[in-house]
């Protein structure tokens, strides 16, 4: 199993909504990523998890929650978004933990839309 | 201030022909370099990667180049095909301990059948 899955493909919410992003993968990667994606820019990382602890929240406001329940698995809960919060939600991961020079694999990417 | 620079934001390609991305850095930092190729509404695909203690890795049509001297890399694909029409993101890193990849803007590739 070489890929990273996401879901939902697509979400929209409302800006009183509560929801999740959800992101696995079974290739026994050690670090997982969360990033945000609006069009015609490049991917901007909002967090990292490192052997599932938290080691980087890029300055990312509170309405945004990571979660790594297990290796495998990583959340995105989502409270109190706003319309500029509407993008391609990407998830990737990378086989060390925040070791230099590996590959991140991208998932397919989450598009959520708030009205 | 951008340390990963995509100059060319589209390029047209004839089908069969050589296809050239181009990508500058500016931190001499940078010890490790990727490509991905994205599809509209997908997430980047990873396409092939360099160290900085190489300066040509190959992968089938794939060939990435790297000239440390002028912090520069190129992306060749030979020959092109039109599934190749994407945008491709030029990507580094930096250290060991390091996380973060730095994109570029993407180059926006079409290959005309």
């Known amino acids: 199993d070489t890929e990273v899955t996401q879901t939902p493909k697509h979400l929209v919410m409302g800006m009183t909504n509560k929801k999740s992003l959800k992101c696995e993968q079974h290739m026994g990667h050690r670090a997982m990523y969360w990033y945000k994606q609006k069009a015609k820019k490049p991917p901007e990382l909002m967090f990292v998890y490192s052997y599932e602890k938290l080691s980087i929240n890029e300055s990312v406001p509170s309405r945004f929650s990571p979660e790594c329940p297990n290796s495998s698995l990583l959340n995105l809960h989502l409270h109190a978004l706003q319309p500029e919060d509407s993008a391609l939600y990407l998830c990737a991961s990378s086989r060390f933990g925040t070791s230099g020079g590996n590959e991140q694999f991208f998932g397919p990417g989450t598009r959520l839309t708030v009205l | 201030d951008q340390q990963v620079k995509q100059n060319s934001p589209s390029l047209s390609v004839q089908e069969g022909r050589i296809s050239i991305l181009n990508c500058d850095y500016t931190?001499?930092?940078?010890?490790?370099f990727l490509w991905y190729k994205k599809y509209p509404a997908e997430g980047p695909t990873f396409l092939i990667s360099?160290?900085?203690i190489k300066d040509k890795n190959e992968d089938g049509r794939f060939t990435v180049f790297l000239n440390k001297s002028a912090k520069h890399l190129s992306l060749h694909i030979v020959p092109s095909q039109p599934g190749d029409s994407a945008v491709y993101f030029c990507?580094?890193?930096w250290g060991a301990g390091s996380y973060q990849l730095t994109f570029g803007k993407g180059t926006k590739l079409s290959v005309i059948p």
């Open positions: 360099i160290s900085s």
């Open positions: 931190n001499s930092m940078f010890d490790y």
């Open positions: 990507a580094a890193i």
